[in-house]
């Protein structure tokens, strides 16, 4: 199942600009070099000198966690502009499309009631 992350970066007044370029550049370093990562969105908040958005987009869990823990551009930013940063905070999520098309109602294969109880047992 597919990984997203939707990050929160916060900088330091007056350094969103000298930011911006690091994590773009970081950014074309991990579509390019981590076949893990499907897709990087960089996002200028309009009302918010100090924040930059991220939505990232993985093949999988751990394709998000090579690139976050073990991944070179990541560590490449952090030494770039690790000082510039006043936080960087994320929520995880599942696609949507995919949660609900995985789900036992959803399924091709699922007959009515069969995850609802296991098989030999009294509903009651």
Same mark, same amino acid.
């Given at each position: 199942m ?6 929160t970066?916060?900088v ?9 370029r ?5 950014r074309e370093? /991990?579509l390019?070099?981590e ?5 990087f969105?960089?996002?200028i ?10 939505f990232e987009?993985?093949t999988?869990?751990?394709a998000f ?7 070179a551009?990541m560590?490449?930013a952090?030494?770039?502009i690790g000082?510039?940063m006043? /936080?960087?905070?994320g929520?995880?999520s599942t ?6 098309r995985?789900s036992?109602?959803r399924?091709?294969d ?5 995850d609802?109880v296991?098989?030999g047992? /009294?509903?009651?």
């Amino acid at each position: 199942m597919k990984h997203a992350v939707i990050g929160t970066l916060e900088v330091k007044p007056g350094t969103r600009d000298e930011v911006l370029r690091a994590v773009l550049a970081h950014r074309e370093r /991990s579509l390019r070099d981590e076949p893990g990562t499907l897709q990087f969105e960089v996002l200028i908040p309009n009302k918010d000198e100090n924040k930059i958005l991220l939505f990232e987009l993985y093949t999988d869990t751990a394709a998000f966690e090579a690139h976050f823990h073990h991944g070179a551009s990541m560590a490449q930013a952090k030494k770039e502009i690790g000082h510039l940063m006043v /936080s960087l905070t994320g929520v995880h999520s599942t696609l949507a499309v995919e949660h609900h098309r995985l789900s036992p109602a959803r399924r091709v294969d699922a007959k009515p009631g069969a995850d609802d109880v296991p098989a030999g047992s /009294s509903s009651r």
